[in-house]
């Protein structure tokens, strides 16, 4: 399992004062208020960010960082991912997996079949739909509610699905 989980990227700046504007890649972008720090992705060493301030604005929040005071200190961070540890996450439900605990695994069928991998998840209105890459090289899309995924098993590494009618000639 991956330490560091991503909740923003960079998208631009935000005024002249160092604040950016940042595409949320969490279900609930609120979240952000409730954040005092985040991780500025960039090589060769990440950088630890304190939040000074959070705003929102349309789908975008908007940071401000105590590191930064002006937009020529942000400007060259556009695209960069923000991240936090697994220990500043929200708390999941049950039956609930953060997405990059999900790809990589393989999905096996509730027949016993070992179907392929899933290659990623893709977040649509009604439900998540699991992207997966089939034995047979093509790509499936798997409705992510409780009829067609069955059980997801990190220790295993494993998802069992069941195909419903009709799921496969899509």
């Given at each position: 399992m991956e330490d560091m989980l991503r909740v923003g990227v960079i998208s631009s700046t935000h005024g002249v004062r160092g604040e950016v504007k940042v595409f949320p890649t969490t279900d609930d972008a609120k979240r952000f208020k409730k954040l005092k720090t985040v991780i500025l992705d960039i090589m060769p060493e990440p950088v630890l960010l304190h939040i000074e301030s959070v705003k929102?604005?349309?789908?975008?929040?908007?940071?401000?960082?105590?590191?930064?005071?002006?937009?020529?200190?942000?400007?060259?961070?556009?695209?960069?991912?923000?991240?936090?540890?697994?220990?500043?996450?929200?708390?999941?439900?049950?039956?609930?997996?953060?997405?990059?605990d999900l790809v990589g695994l393989s999905v096996v069928t509730d027949e016993g079949e070992d179907f392929g991998i899933l290659k990623d998840v893709m977040?649509?209105?009604?439900?998540d739909v699991y992207v997966i890459e089939g034995k047979d090289g093509k790509e499936y899309l798997f409705p992510a509610i409780k009829q067609c995924v069955l059980n997801v098993d990190l220790e295993a590494q494993t998802i069992m699905v069941h195909i419903m009618d009709g799921l496969l000639e899509l």
């Open positions: 929102f604005f349309k789908n975008m929040v908007i940071l401000k960082f105590e590191e930064f005071n002006n937009i020529n200190e942000v400007e060259k961070y556009k695209g960069r991912d923000l991240l936090i540890r697994r220990d500043q996450a929200v708390k999941l439900g049950p039956d609930e997996n953060f997405i990059i977040k649509t209105g009604a439900n």
